[in-house]
């Protein structure tokens, strides 16, 4: 057992931290304030081959793993969570299931394009009336030779506006139930695709939401992504390593807020001292301190059992659903701490604190965590 | 075009804190980072050989564990990477650690040496100069940018005190880098991945043609006569004032030192 980051993961973290210091930070807020899609620094992340971490290098990645992936991301949403979503559903929502489900034609063709940050990638799963009871899909495919043709449409898409790909699921035989629900591999181009207008949202404002129409859309067959009625599988092995990614978004936030909270409580003075001085802030600062060191123990040992190949699925809700809770105590509690300071937007806090309620239910709520917790239990 | 650059691992004088009985510098759990200057001239020799081809080498002296340095100029971008490590070399001053790297660099075949202007430890700016003289080497010291507009022939612009200045060099020649006017790219995802899979070589006294008495502590002709901590300079006075008050006290201020 080793608790230590690896040369390698050290170097890594050294970028990664500077990267977001220097090239994310200073728009976080503007990204927030006008609910704006970070393009610009999608593009400087793609140079960089961020958008490909985890995929192998004949697939067009950078050939690394999801523990730098997970530290990619932590360290982006440490200073901008819509960063951190964004790499994050480019990553494990897209790229991933391409890369774990598709044929190599697939692989060929969509990888290196997304591997490189040329495409940005989406994931549809939810619609209006199949939230966490996912199951509950009225999106159809209607085999008609050599297409298909997708009907329904998806909501509250993460990247949905900016993205030229998206992996999407319709039910391809409702007798059939979960059995009848399968993947497609749909481009932006595609007849009868399109997105509707941005969701106005409470945090991560800049990470692009919207819903996608399928009007009779038409994807070729070489489009179907793993086998026939085998797709709500693929969304739950997707959703495992999807929660790698929000558990480590969670962190970022949590360990954001915390930084920001400790510079500010060595600053402000009130009754004659600095507030940092007093034991409430310390007790209130070491419990939020432990906290975040137990989540980041989890996230990375979630990481690191999806890189080695063993099962996950447990260690990836635990991880989900206690970085989500961590985040969120946090960050009210890092606003308290600034007082009223924290209750405008100019500090960052305030923002963050928005942004953590998503993590706790986006790609699984913190109720389904426990589901997928217990449900290992008791099996 | 082959291109060497030879980089410095030195203490991130940002984060050193002075004692506050003694006044002598606080080194422990500093970081140490590769030299600024020596970062930029990275960048330009990584710049070069992206427009017009070619084989970055980077080359340091120093302890084993400025193998980390190296490893993150191969992450960046450089092809090939050189420690040069000996006890031979330790205690060397800058014209001991200008013949050392002078050595090393008789065994290596290039048409472009690049250092940085100074280090941030040292701040003595002498040792790429030295280097440049050892080698009977043409030298342009601050340069800022570097295009090759002829194949003989750098186009080079240089921060001089009035403004810039550029001049064209021949090859093979030395430069000098100012990190200032360059912002070194960061390491690539795949170069961090593949930059510890890579080889460091490890190369010692042997490898290098120089005469023994001219490196290490031998080979330095720099006594340190005393050090000390220079005084604090003065920390200026601040004005809590309206706008239209600054610029009263500004060009006071200004007047009376003659400036305006």
Redesign the interface.
């Known amino acids: 057992m080793n608790f230590s980051l690896t040369?390698?993961q050290e170097?890594?973290l050294r970028?990664i931290r500077?990267?977001a210091e220097k090239e994310v930070k200073p728009l976080a807020a503007e990204v927030d304030e006008l609910e704006r899609f970070p393009a610009e620094t999608v593009q400087k992340m793609a140079?960089?081959?961020?958008m490909?971490?985890p995929f192998p290098?004949e697939d067009g990645g950078?050939?690394?793993d999801n523990l730098?992936y997970s530290i990619a991301v932590e360290e982006l949403s440490r200073v901008c969570a819509t960063t951190g979503v964004i790499l994050s559903a480019h990553t494990s929502l897209c790229g991933a299931p391409i890369h774990e489900f598709g044929t190599p034609a697939q692989r060929a063709k969509y990888l290196p394009r997304l591997a490189s940050g040329e495409w940005i990638g989406a994931f549809g799963l939810t619609e209006p009336n199949a939230g966490t009871d996912a199951s509950a899909q009225q999106t159809t495919a209607v085999d008609a030779g050599d297409h298909y043709v997708l009907t329904g449409s998806k909501i509250f898409i993460t990247n949905a506006g900016a993205a030229n790909l998206y992996v999407i699921f319709a039910m391809t035989d409702k007798s059939k139930g979960t059995r009848g629900i399968s993947a497609f591999i749909v481009e932006r181009d595609f007849p009868g695709f399109s997105v509707g207008k941005q969701e106005k949202k409470m945090g991560i404002r800049g990470s692009d939401t919207r819903e996608l129409i399928m009007n009779r859309c038409v994807v070729p067959k070489e489009n179907l992504l793993g086998q026939p009625g085998k797709g709500f599988g693929i969304a739950m092995k997707t959703l495992d390593g999807g929660r790698v990614g929000i558990a480590s978004q969670a962190l970022g936030i949590a360990q954001g807020a915390l930084d920001e909270t400790v510079k500010y409580v060595k600053e402000r003075k009130q009754f004659g001292n600095a507030i940092g001085h007093f034991q409430n802030t310390q007790f209130q600062l070491a419990d939020l301190e432990t906290k975040i060191q137990a989540a980041r123990l989890l996230v990375r040992s979630a990481a690191f059992k999806k890189d080695r190949r063993e099962p996950y699925s447990a260690a990836a809700a635990m991880a989900k659903l206690f970085a989500a809770e961590t985040a969120m105590e946090v960050t009210v509690k890092a606003v308290q701490l600034h007082g009223g300071y924290g209750y405008t937007r100019e500090y960052p806090v305030e923002r963050m604190m928005r942004d953590a309620k998503i993590t706790e239910i986006y790609e699984g709520t913190s109720e389904v965590q426990r589901m997928v917790i217990a449900s290992h239990l008791l099996k | 075009m082959n291109i060497v650059v030879c980089i410095k691992q030195v203490p991130d004088t940002t984060e050193i804190k002075l004692d506050p009985v003694t006044g002598t510098l606080l080194r422990d759990g500093v970081p140490s980072i590769m030299n600024p200057d020596d970062k930029g001239g990275l960048e330009i020799a990584l710049g070069l050989k992206e427009r017009h081809g070619g084989h970055v080498t980077v080359l340091t002296m120093g302890p084993p564990q400025a193998e980390e340095i190296l490893r993150e100029a191969l992450a960046m971008g450089a092809d090939r990477a050189i420690l040069l490590s000996d006890r031979k070399f330790a205690g060397a001053d800058t014209l001991a650690t200008s013949n050392t790297l002078a050595g090393a660099l008789r065994a290596l075949s290039f048409e472009v040496v690049i250092t940085g202007r100074q280090a941030i430890d040292g701040d003595t700016a002498q040792v790429g100069p030295q280097v440049a003289e050892h080698l009977d080497l043409p030298q342009v010291t601050y340069v800022e940018a570097v295009s090759l507009d002829t194949p003989a022939a750098l186009t080079v612009c240089r921060a001089v005190e009035e403004g810039h200045q550029t001049v064209e060099v021949t090859l093979p020649c030395l430069l000098t880098v100012l990190s200032g006017a360059v912002k070194p790219r960061y390491m690539s995802v795949r170069g961090i991945v593949e930059a510890y899979a890579k080889e460091i070589e490890r190369w010692n006294f042997d490898n290098v043609t120089v005469d023994e008495r001219r490196v290490g502590l031998a080979g330095s002709p720099t006594r340190v006569y005393k050090s000390f901590t220079r005084g604090v300079k003065n920390t200026g006075t601040l004005h809590e004032v309206t706008p239209e008050e600054a610029v009263e006290i500004i060009v006071t201020k200004l007047q009376e030192k003659f400036i305006i």
């Open positions: 040369k390698t170097l890594f970028m500077e990267f140079r960089l081959g961020l490909g971490i290098v950078a050939g690394g730098l």
